[in-house]
């Protein structure tokens, strides 16, 4: 896509409905309550296929063969051992802090890895280096995460296993119990539901990394920063937290009633994209109940009247339960603990960002936009004395 102008564009706060690229990658259709990964429906896809299938779809723009999923996959198994450099210094970086802080340990041990394994700037690899680059990042990414959690927990760290898939592995190297195939697969749905999902926050953010020129690592990391904001990727344990704040059915009009008046967002609701209802949380309430329990029982009862009192108070807004809704309660049936839930989602949605940064990588140009500056008119004279 290539648009010359004179002068400055106004757009819209936040850069909403403005597009600044062109991706082979996939789209949101929000006003439909659809989004798709390449040609395929991505929920079609948490449905039926694999994370591997997917990764390799994002990766080449087609679904693998059987062939070629079973070499992907055991191109992957390996690249999830950690370098020793990276192992060594882990325990050091999940002791950092009071609070356990699993995304900015991820991105201390990412950029330790493209220390120890040179990565170089995407603007001086091929495509095959970059490729590579890409499928270590996102394959040792869910180790990392788990071997922190392990090491704050006072545990010790597990190694992956190869005759395990990606989904498998991720809730063995947490939970140090191999999972039930029930629940390796309603993490798989999840993951599969998470790997992109248009211009995002830090899918934007990678991108303009990418841009530049610099190594994957560096993109990855700042992806990492902009998603760790709780109004992007770190609000499904806040949701699970406002059923534990509600607590029983009889006070769900109360408790919401008094988040909108005093001004609070309501975590696990809304979206800035979808009109409608968000496919993915239709997809996960489903697997939910599936999984069964009281917990679902009580979420079902809160989500549907939590969608009542909201359409009484903000009549027109169309808001409905979003993707963290039901993702912290199907995590939580599956034995993952709160302070790894949005870990979770980094697990899949780094497979997503390297995507994004290989398909920027193909374009030579910088993403430099311009701002209007409001401060005091210039120039003034700078004042010679101190009085």
């Known amino acids: 896509m290539s648009i010359t102008v004179e002068g400055p564009i106004e757009v ?15 789209d949101v259709r929000g006003d439909e309550g659809f989004y798709h990964y390449r040609q395929y429906s991505a929920i079609e896809l948490s449905r039926a296929k694999t994370v591997e299938d997917v990764w390799f779809l994002m990766y080449e723009g087609r ?74 990042v ?50 798989e749905h999840y993951l599969i539901s ?21 190594d994957v690592v560096s993109a990855v990391a700042g992806a990492i920063g902009a998603f760790s ?40 609701f809304g979206h800035a994209v979808y009109r409608t209802e968000d496919p993915r949380s239709l997809m996960l309430r489903d697997i939910a109940r599936g999984l069964g329990g009281d917990l679902v029982d009580f979420a079902t009862t809160v989500e549907q009247r939590i969608v009542e009192v909201l359409a009484e108070l903000k009549p027109g807004r169309n808001l409905y339960a979003n993707v963290e809704f039901y993702a912290g309660v199907v ?20 497979i997503g960002w390297t995507a994004n940064i290989l398909e920027q990588s193909e374009d030579p140009k910088i993403i430099r936009p311009s701002a209007r500056y409001v401060g005091p008119p210039p120039p003034v004279t700078v004042p010679i004395d101190r009085t």
């Open 138 to 187: 996102c394959a040792v990414t869910p180790t990392i995460l788990a071997a922190l959690y392990r090491l704050r927990e006072g545990l010790e760290p597990l190694e992956p296993r190869a005759d395990l898939s990606t989904a498998a592995n991720w809730l063995y190297l947490v939970t140090g119990q191999e999972p039930t195939e029930a629940k390796a697969r309603a993490i």
């Open 229 to 268: 904001g709780p109004l992007h990727g770190g609000a499904p344990d806040r949701a699970l937290a406002s059923l534990d704040e509600i607590g029983t059915p009889d006070r769900i009009d109360d408790w919401v009633r008094a988040k909108v008046s005093a001004g609070d967002r309501i975590m696990g």
């Open 63 to 136: 679904l693998p063969t059987a062939a070629e999923l079973a070499t992907f996959s055991d191109t992957i198994a390996p690249l999830r051992v950690l370098p020793a450099e990276v192992q060594a210094a882990l325990p050091a970086i999940a002791a950092a802090g009071s609070a356990f802080n699993p995304l900015a340990g991820l991105r201390t041990a990412l950029s330790l890895l493209a220390a120890a394994r040179e990565l170089p700037p995407v603007w001086d690899a091929d495509p095959v280096r970059r490729k590579a680059d890409a499928m270590l």
């Open 194 to 214: 998470t790997i992109d999902h248009g211009f995002n926050a830090s899918t934007f953010t990678a991108r303009v990394i990418a841009s530049t020129g610099a």
């Open 331 to 350: 995590m939580s049936l599956c034995d993952l603990p709160r302070a790894m839930f949005t870990p979770t989602f980094a697990t899949s949605r780094v």
């Open 12 to 26: 819209p706060p936040g850069l909403r409905n403005v597009v600044v690229t062109e991706t082979r990658l996939g």
